[in-house]
């Protein structure tokens, strides 16, 4: 990473701020611009006026009601980096809490200053003491990869405009690369209301299903393995006992495994395994039959079966499962076709997944300001990552019609106003309690303001098994039922006592009703990555995430 250093960028004698100089709004203007063309380092730019120039770039600011307007073009070179730096610093006691690239990984929390924390997307900074809070973000659906970071003498917006791993080449065009917006609440507001309506200030056109999303789906018993049509009914018919007669009807999600390879293969996407699963539509229509919508998984953006290497990109591939190459139009075509053809089955709900791995090669909790090793591109240098990805969704949603689309593995900044779901968190568990708690609890609690501003967050599913406790998964049950968040729960029918089957009845219904009146606000999270006081409208609910012998983080 070529390295910014803030001391040169502010005065080192200056005193702390006191909490009276805490942050109302960023300076029109950033004291630096600097560029990295090729990956070689960042150079300052010369400024005039709202224009900051380089030998080959050109960096406009605009002030718009939105908010402030980046535009960058490059004609005669490659692109990698743009680096805003404002001279804005914080009082000393100053909490801090960003987001994820794609999904979180049990790692969200406000946290003291952390120089080096890369913060994607938006940033949130409240000062306990004053009860005052700042945020400063990007709309969604930016054509860059946009990250800040604070340090003690300043606050940094970092615009990557990379292709693959290498440097894009624009070309003649100007991109539109983001907006940036800023927000400072009151001591009046909390940390938690201010933030949400921050987001939708993020997210001014969100898309929205016609009612709150519940359902269940297989993996957490089944994880991929031993099942099959007849297993899926049965799935349907439970679903359908536990919603009764609520109007707003559930979807029951067929994931991975439904089709030959491993376990998360990739296409083609043409049929289910012939044995186990020989009529996909005729099996949508079954479940309808029993009264809940069919919901199905998928990962368009890789192959199982390859027939022409060429539609590969290039980078790494740590899988058996082989990534197509986005920028080449017959690709995109493939999963236009692919998606469109699951739609015309009958599934209402799709679930495309692993989309970020498939394009970068890493997780998202291993990027920071790395998305992906470097030396690589994609065919087609002149579109940035961003602008990739923003067009693999884009031709997602078209194909997928009227079907709500649930992204997971997906990047929420870009995917916000084209799916109806995001998967906000990584896996919880069937197998451990602790990954639930960790995964499931965080994500809630500290991605809950994007709720119904981004899309319908999905802190991933309620799940029970032999293998966890009862009582652990009854509450985290009963939190996200109580959240308004989607709700999807994974038992094995056959395995559910009369006890849980009641717990299973009462959250879904609460939760197709929308949750509890008058939202959720977690009350203790500024001081835990696993908030276990929670406000619902008028109720306080005290949650107890500890089993007997406390969390184990080797079995997570």
Not at 23 to 48: F, K, N, S, T, Y
Not at 173 to 199: G, N, S
Not at 305 to 322: F, H, Q, T, Y
Request: net charge negative.
């Amino acid at each position: 990473m070529a390295s910014l250093s803030p001391g040169a960028l502010a005065d080192p004698t200056a005193p702390v701020p006191a909490w009276r100089d805490f942050p109302v709004e960023l300076p029109e203007l950033p004291v630096r611009v600097l560029i990295d063309h090729d990956g070689q380092g960042l150079r300052a730019a010369e400024r005039a006026g709202t224009r900051f120039t380089s030998d080959r770039a050109v960096v406009t600011l605009a002030r718009t009601p939105a908010g402030v307007d980046i535009r960058v073009a490059c004609p005669a070179g490659p692109l990698a980096r743009v680096v805003l730096r404002w001279a804005t610093a914080f009082p000393r006691e100053t909490l801090f809490l960003g987001d994820h690239w794609e999904r979180s990984y049990g790692d969200l929390q406000w946290r003291f200053l952390q120089p080096e924390r890369v913060l994607p997307w938006y940033f949130a900074a409240h000062h306990p003491a004053s009860g005052r809070t700042f945020m400063a973000g990007v709309k969604t659906q930016p054509a860059a990869f946009c990250a800040w970071t604070v340090d003690a003498e300043g606050i940094s917006l970092w615009l990557d405009f990379r292709n693959g791993g290498s440097p894009s080449h624009p070309g003649d065009r100007e991109i539109a690369a983001a907006t940036v917006v800023t927000l400072a609440a009151t001591a009046e507001e909390p940390p938690a209301a201010a933030l949400k309506r921050f987001c939708r200030l993020l997210s001014p056109a969100p898309r929205l299903a016609a009612g709150p999303i519940c359902g269940n789906n297989n993996w957490y018993y089944a994880y991929g393995r031993d099942f099959d049509a007849q297993a899926m009914l049965r799935d349907a018919a439970f679903l359908a006992e536990l919603a009764g007669q609520h109007p707003n009807r559930p979807y029951c999600v067929i994931d991975a495994g439904w089709t030959p390879g491993s376990v998360c293969p990739g296409g083609p996407w043409t049929a289910g395994d012939a044995r186990r699963f020989p009529d996909m539509p005729g099996l949508a229509a079954s479940i309808k039959k029993l009264g809940v919508r069919p919901g199905i998984w998928m990962r368009p953006t890789a192959l199982t079966r390859v027939d022409d290497p060429g539609r590969l990109r290039s980078g790494p591939i740590n899988a058996d499962e082989k990534p197509l190459d986005l920028t080449r139009p017959e690709n995109l075509a493939l999963i236009r076709d692919d998606v469109a053809r699951v739609h015309g089955w009958g599934y209402e709900l799709i679930k495309h997944d692993f989309s970020t791995y498939d394009i970068f090669g890493r997780w998202g909790g291993e990027m920071g300001l790395e998305l992906t090793d470097p030396g690589w591109h994609f065919a087609d240098r002149s579109l940035t990552n961003a602008e990739i990805i923003l067009r693999l969704y884009q031709t997602l949603r078209a194909a997928a019609g009227d079907s709500v689309l649930l992204g997971c593995n997906t990047i929420g900044h870009l995917g916000a106003g084209l799916f109806e779901i995001q998967r906000t968190g990584d896996d919880t568990s069937g197998h451990v309690w602790e990954r639930t708690r960790r995964m499931g609890v965080n994500t809630l609690a500290f991605r809950l303001a994007q709720q119904g501003a981004f899309f319908a967050c999905d802190a991933d599913c309620a799940a029970h098994t032999a293998q966890t406790p009862w009582e652990m998964d009854r509450q985290y049950l009963d939190l996200v039922a109580r959240s308004g968040t989607a709700l999807f729960i994974s038992v094995d029918p056959r395995t559910v006592q009369p006890e849980q089957t009641a717990a299973f009845r009462a959250a879904l219904q609460l939760a197709l009703s929308g949750g509890s009146p008058g939202g959720a606000e977690p009350l203790d999270w500024l001081h835990t990555t696993a908030p276990r006081t929670w406000r619902f409208g008028q109720e306080t609910v005290t949650y107890h995430w500890e089993e007997p012998a406390g969390a184990n983080p080797l079995r997570v």
